[in-house]
């Protein structure tokens, strides 16, 4: 929702059906589909306290930077704020949602539509979570920094 309100469908199992029941403070994957032949993954760490019917929180997109050429949650994990949080050590008060998008291979976060793609999963989330859409936060690494600018000049 970093401009306007497209609708999608979450490929997270683990959200799917939930009425009050979240896993929290672990990253799930979950899957974006782009087209017929590519989806593009994407880590979601959620809160401790994370209600679907409760208060909103922030989020923040967060946005890798340049790897090998096949990226795996392991990947977008080694670094940066996803790395943080896989050490399980939840910062106190830190109730953001983190969204980690793995970019399309071969593929500058600014080109070949993945602007849109990115925007796509934020809408997703924020149609099947309580985010604060006021307090939405982007972010990146090395060309994720790159491709943080470009699709905040975007949106």
Not at 47 to 75: A, Q, R, W
Request: hydrophobic share 40%; charged share 20%; proline share 8%.
């Amino acid at each position: 929702m970093l401009k306007r309100p497209l609708v999608g469908v979450i490929a997270l199992a683990i959200l799917a059906g939930c009425s009050s029941q979240l896993t929290t403070g672990q990253h799930l994957l979950g899957n974006h589909t782009v087209d017929r032949n590519r989806e593009m993954p994407f880590l979601l760490w959620l809160p401790e306290g994370i209600d679907p019917g409760g208060d909103e929180h922030p989020m923040i997109v967060s946005l890798h930077g340049t790897g090998p050429t096949e990226y795996s949650p392991e990947f977008v994990m080694s670094y940066g704020l996803p790395a943080v949080l896989a050490l399980d050590e939840q910062p106190e008060g830190f109730d953001f949602v983190v969204l980690a998008p793995q970019g399309l291979d071969g593929v500058d976060w600014w080109s070949s539509g993945q602007p849109e793609e990115v925007n796509e999963i934020v809408d997703e989330v924020v149609a099947d979570l309580p985010i604060d859409t006021d307090r939405i936060y982007l972010t990146g690494f090395s060309t994720g920094g790159q491709g943080a600018w470009h699709l905040a000049a975007r949106y």
